[in-house]
């Protein structure tokens, strides 16, 4: 027997390594990895006579074309007394370049690392004074019925877990909290060490907010406005800043100074960014004039468009996906009363986001299957963009699903701005 740790012979790699060969150690592998990397137990293969006659030559005895049992201590026994001076194990690691995986022992360690992460959370909620809080084994019941954590893995979630702990003895354990409000990035400072640490995006702002749901009474968060929401049940500040809704001729009533500003800025041709900080602090009562239809569409190229053609009736812009600006403007108005359409794109994302918004009590605004049918039906070649995404239904619409489904194209609010456009012009002549 000739040793040799740096790696296979060329001469006996190549003879393993035909492709007839892969069924055997597919089935090897897979066994091995069962097996606690273990060479026992038997593998069934089929193989081709190319195969069958290598693995006589390897093994020693003949093999048929055909399914063949194989005894894994025998291919370990002759690969160890070959030029590879190695079992089983090493030879497929080898010839695969990668590691055979002891999956049993990989689910032990597991089932151990979780149950650690769940001790962990014991002792904090423990440490924190919360360990009796009524709410503490509903959350916990949730988290492990929900698998929030599974994903992130077991030590991101162990240190999300006890984060959001630290935050909560700072919001809920009355000794600590004494009505303090918290602006979130301090918040997340204290209990994370970043600024950002309890941002929407974060593994420990999800889990911090569903235990104050349950702690507070309230549903889980599920959208941004119902987490800005609950951070302000628990006294602390969200970001009221940074995002915006853009208004166009927007012209609230009243002798306020700020219904005053926008009425002026709109006389001036003006684009406003309006912040969740304004519209929590300085609404009006009265947004428009009776029966005045706002709309409301996806993207600023329609706005941009608007302005250029100088239209004259409010038109808001969401930019996408609405931020909690939006989304507080649209409930304003909603709530006022005043009559709001909602246009966005034609395409699985576009449509999700309508759903959204036609929920906050917007109606849709050519938003059918026949306004889709007939702006798809002017598609030409360089604007015939496939669809992409996971379907997402249309419930003000059923048909406008199965629509998109059938053609597979995606339409742009762009692509029918001569329409919506219209539709200004239209709402400017029965304002006047």
């Known amino acids: 027997m000739t040793g040799n740790p740096t790696g296979l012979p060329p001469s006996l790699r190549a003879y393993l390594s035909i492709a007839s060969l892969d069924p055997v150690w ?17 593998i069934t293969a089929v193989v081709d006579d190319v195969a069958a006659d290598h693995l006589s030559g390897l093994l020693g005895r003949p093999v048929a074309a055909g399914a063949t049992r194989i005894k894994l201590a025998d291919l370990d026994t002759v690969l160890r007394t070959s030029k590879a001076g190695r079992g089983i194990v090493s030879v497929l690691e080898d010839l695969q370049g990668r590691p055979v995986i002891d999956r049993r022992a990989l689910r032990d360690q597991s089932q151990i690392e979780w149950a650690e992460v769940w001790q962990r959370l014991d002792a904090a909620l423990y440490d924190a004074g919360l360990a009796g809080a009524p709410w503490a084994p509903k959350w916990i019941a949730d988290l492990r019925r929900t698998g929030i954590l599974t994903r992130a893995g077991a030590h991101a ?32 400072s204290q209990v994370t060490g970043t600024a950002h640490g309890l941002d929407d995006t974060t593994l420990a702002s999800s889990v911090l907010l569903r235990a104050a749901a349950f702690a507070v009474d309230r549903p889980v968060p599920e959208s941004a406005a119902d987490r800005r929401e609950l951070w302000g049940v628990l006294n602390v500040h969200t970001d009221m800043l940074s995002g915006t809704v853009l208004t166009w001729q927007l012209r609230p009533l009243g002798d306020d100074g700020w219904s005053r500003m926008l009425r002026e800025r709109a006389q001036l041709g003006l684009v406003t960014h309006l912040t969740l900080h304004e519209l929590a602090v300085a609404a009006p009562a009265s ?20 302005v250029r053609a100088s239209t004259a009736t409010p038109l808001l812009c969401l930019s996408g996906n609405p931020a909690s600006a939006g989304t507080r403007l649209l409930r304003h108005l909603v709530t006022a009363g005043i009559p709001v359409r909602y246009h966005g794109d034609f395409d699985w994302p576009g449509v999700a986001i309508a759903g959204r918004v036609l929920q906050q009590g917007a109606l849709p605004w050519r938003m059918a299957a026949n306004d889709y049918l007939a702006a798809v039906a002017g598609l030409d070649g360089s604007h015939a963009v496939p669809l992409a995404g996971r379907p997402a239904p249309t419930p003000w619409d059923p048909p406008l699903a199965a629509a998109m489904s059938k053609h597979g194209l995606a339409v742009h609010e762009e692509f029918v701005l001569a329409d919506l456009l219209a539709d200004l012009w239209a709402d400017d002549a029965v304002a006047r």
Not at 26 to 35: D, F, G, I, P, V
Not at 167 to 180: F, K, T
Not at 296 to 302: A, G, M
């Open 26 to 42: 597919t089935a090897a592998r897979a066994r091995l990895e069962r097996n606690g990397r273990q060479p026992t137990g038997t």
């Open 157 to 188: 979630a162990g240190q999300a877990l006890e984060q959001a702990v630290a935050g909560l003895a700072l919001l809920l354990v009355p000794a600590s909290s004494s009505g303090r409000a918290w602006e979130l990035a301090a918040l997340a």
């Open 287 to 306: 947004w428009s004039e009776p029966g005045q239809v706002v709309s409301v569409c996806e993207n600023p190229q329609v706005m941009q468009a608007a």
